[in-house]
């Protein structure tokens, strides 16, 4: 057999050139190569556009809130992958060429994977690329495309390409509706319907897509080159949608572009993401790629912001993102408090739009939290611990407990209302969005608290750590019903007429129990805990960051000590975050370096920096988005030293003590979002910090460092020089 080539250097491809935005960045820090695909290929990159997502070979596509199942059975439906496509072999003359690609490449700077392979003998020469995405801008479609490049061919090559949808969908009865006039005699057409339905008296009729198709071929495709043509181009769309309308009129938008066209109107919307939004890491490429392809996994989940039709809603961010959700293992594409605690701190850095989304999805599901709080003999809103399409509770039935005990879920998500405020300082949001949900969280949690005539108390409640249920006044818990209450009062104070509602809201949150050993000074993390028990995941040290709980270091780092030597081995990545975080508050910076990276090596496939939930040697999800939250967490809000606050009626941004990342030079936050406004932070790894102020917005906002005020304008700039910098709004 004829050898190949090695020279990939010399693969002249018709491909698509981009420009580098980033001046001070690398092209390489934003592609991936890898030369063998990952052993399990769970592993591989999942792709999408917030509307709909894949993993590259793998046998499901996903849509937006398209959920098939009853009850605790719901779970995303799966549409077979039509886009699977490769090419298989090529024959020429006498050969027939199995095609094995010599490297797989993802781009992350503009949102695609391609895999390339090269080959010469006897005078001719023949590179291929495959390219495949999810459309960012034309985002009900999916594109793959084949480029061929040949040289010397005397004879025509007759190049196989392959599809490989997986067995029939478990969750869509599909029937062909026909074609549409189009290029090549018509686009075939499906409509899908749903088999069930999640809740009755939440979902009346089945969900409906439709699925539109470039070329009408199952299986197998054969394309001749003819003999001299030396390019050769194929591209293979679908389009799907609820509407079918919108289906057929994308895909008709799709076909009518060129090559480069298409391309470009992709790699725009992505190139406009990454020069509103990233991180630059000086001196490590390695961690820069983990860092730029946890950015990416988390953002393609998310729905693209400029696109050629409408979007509807957006049902929320699922623990391992849109492109997947059948699995359990993917916990059937639900959303949880990972949505709000772990992810959404990084999103709103992303952009406050995508965070304003994913509480948009809880706003319009207060009836299902009505409906569930009302089921469980409680009055105002319980959100689900799991939540689907209708927003009533889904949890898998293997574990009703669960569903039962995690109540934090909903104060967890008046948190993050809080958060979002604090960060757009938006009053009309405040009125419009987060007033209506703490009002009714704060009316279910007054009902479910046991009042002593002393203090208030949570009985039957399980806190993070799900190894230990059906305790009584779990720590986390407790104290973010406190503060969860004392936003739902803020917020009345800023939304609503008086009432007597706010009194009573305030007396629970004074009056409820926070243990507290004052003997040992730390922490206890239920009534009855003992210490040295094993915990599954970070807990009470979950106070100090995320929640901001006031309390001496001295307790700090005594709930660090009590518990990282009980937190499980094969706990999820998010909990070793955590203890970085919490070790960068308290000074114990060789801790936090030692917990920053244990947080991520053992949980990033080496391929294509896919995380997984568990540490390697130990089963758990694949796309892990959750761990991917809690590690940029440890980038912006630990080792950057930023945090947000609300004081009185100000929306305030700390920036505290900062250091320098392990292993790296230094870093620089490009795009942090506070009060309109984006800012740069450049760390180096002298102590040298600069802030600098990069698109000034319209709200007023002062300075203050070393009790000097400062104006921000749009040529703000300021060192640090170590000292602790308070932004507020005026």
């Given amino acids: 057999m004829p050898r ?25 820090e934003y592609v991936i190569k890898s030369e063998q695909l990952p052993p399990d290929l769970n592993f591989m990159p999942t792709l999408g556009n917030g509307h709909m997502g894949y993993t590259v070979f793998g ?15 719901s779970r995303r439906a799966r549409i077979p992958n039509w886009l699977n496509l490769s090419v298989a072999t090529i024959q020429y003359e006498e050969w ?30 023949l590179q291929l690329e495959q390219r495949t995405y999810p459309h960012r801008y034309y985002n009900r479609a999916l594109i793959y495309e084949l480029f061929v490049h040949c040289n010397g061919a ?39 319907v749903t088999r069930q339905l999640e809740q009755p008296d939440f979902q009346t009729e089945p969900r409906k897509i439709f699925v539109a198709f470039s070329d009408d071929w199952v299986n197998e495709h054969t394309i001749e080159l003819g003999a001299g043509q030396d390019d050769f ?13 919108i289906a057929r009129r994308e895909m008709t938008a799709v076909m009518k572009l060129t090559p480069e066209e298409l391309f470009q109107k992709h790699a725009f919307e992505w190139r406009t993401f990454w020069q509103d939004f990233n991180i630059q890491i000086d001196g490590n ?27 509807g809603a957006y049902f929320g961010l699922s623990p391992t993102g849109i492109g997947r959700g059948q699995l359990d293992a993917d916990y059937e594409g639900h959303n949880f408090w990972d949505t709000e605690i772990w992810m959404l701190p990084a999103i709103t850095q992303f952009s406050t739009s995508w965070s304003e989304q994913l509480l948009q999805y809880r706003f319009q599901h207060l009836p299902g939290a009505r409906y569930n709080a009302r089921r469980t003999g409680y009055r105002g809103a319980r959100f689900p611990w799991e939540s689907a399409y209708t927003g009533t509770e889904v949890t898998n039935p293997c574990c009703p407990e669960i569903a039962a005990q995690e109540i934090h879920i909903s104060p967890d998500i008046v948190l993050a209302l809080q958060h979002y405020y604090v960060i757009t300082h938006s009053k009309e949001w405040l009125c419009r969005v987060a007033w209506p949900i703490a009002k009714e969280v704060a009316e279910f949690l007054v009902g479910r608290v046991h009042d002593d005539g002393q203090q208030y108390h949570l009985e039957g409640v399980m806190g993070p750590d799900e190894d230990h249920s059906n305790v009584t006044d779990s720590v986390y818990t407790n104290v973010v019903v406190k503060q969860s209450l ?41 009534v009855g805990y003992q210490r040295g028990e094993t915990v599954k995941q970070a807990d009470v040290i979950l106070l100090g960051y995320p929640i901001q709980y006031a309390m001496s270091n001295v307790t700090r780092l005594n709930d660090l000590h009590n518990y990282e030597v009980v937190t499980r081995e094969s706990g999820p990545a998010m909990s070793w975050s955590m203890f970085a975080i919490n070790y960068l508050d308290v000074k114990d910076i060789d801790k936090a370096s030692l917990y920053f990276q244990r947080g ?62 392990p292993t790296s030079k230094g870093f620089t936050l490009n795009g942090i979002k506070f009060a309109q406004s984006k800012f740069s932070l450049e760390i180096r790894r002298n102590g040298t910090t600069t802030l600098r102020c990069v698109e000034k917005g319209g709200l007023n906002i002062e300075l203050l460092v070393n009790s000097q005020k400062y104006a921000v304008d749009n040529s703000f700039s300021i060192t640090l020089n170590g000292n602790t910098a308070t932004l507020r709004t005026i």
Avoid at 10 to 24: D, H, Q, W
Avoid at 154 to 172: H, R
């Fill in 4 to 28: 190949k080539t090695q020279n990939y250097a010399e693969i002249c491809l018709v491909i698509v050139t981009s420009l580098c935005l980033f001046a001070t960045a690398e092209i390489g």
């Fill in 59 to 73: 046998d499901a596509i996903y849509m937006n809130g398209v959920y098939n199942g009853e009850g605790g059975n």
């Fill in 96 to 125: 027939e060429l199995h095609i094995v690609p010599d490297m797989f490449e993802l781009q992350l700077q503009e949102g695609y994977f391609r895999w390339l392979f090269a080959y010469e003998a006897n005078g001719l020469q």
């Fill in 154 to 192: 005397i004879d025509p090559l007759l190049i196989k390409l392959t599809q490989k949808p997986g067995k029939a969908s478990e969750a869509f009865d599909f029937s062909t509706l026909g074609k549409t006039n189009g290029r090549g005699g018509g686009y075939k057409m499906l409509r899908g």
């Fill in 233 to 245: 181009y194929y591209r293979f769309v679908i389009t799907a949608d609820e509407s079918e309308e």
């Fill in 285 to 311: 490429v390695e961690l820069s790629h983990i860092v730029n392809a946890g950015i990416f996994y988390l953002a393609n989940s998310l729905p693209s912001l400029n696109t050629s039709q409408t979007n």
């Fill in 486 to 526: 004392e936003f739902a009062s803020f917020a009345r104070s800023m939304c609503a007429s008086a009432d007597n509602h706010s009194d009573i809201w305030l007396d629970v949150a004074r009056r409820i129990r926070i243990l507290y050993d004052e003997k040992l000074d730390y922490h206890p993390q239920h």
């Fill in 600 to 661: 991520y090596k053992d949980y990033v496939r080496p391929e294509f920096k896919v995380w997984s939930e568990n540490k390697n040697g130990f089963p758990g999800s694949a796309n892990f988005l959750t761990g991917i939250g809690g590690f940029l967490q440890t980038i912006i809000n630990g080792f950057a030293g930023i945090r947000f606050q609300l004081v009185g009626n100000q929306s305030v941004m700390v920036i505290q003590k900062t250091y320098c990342l």
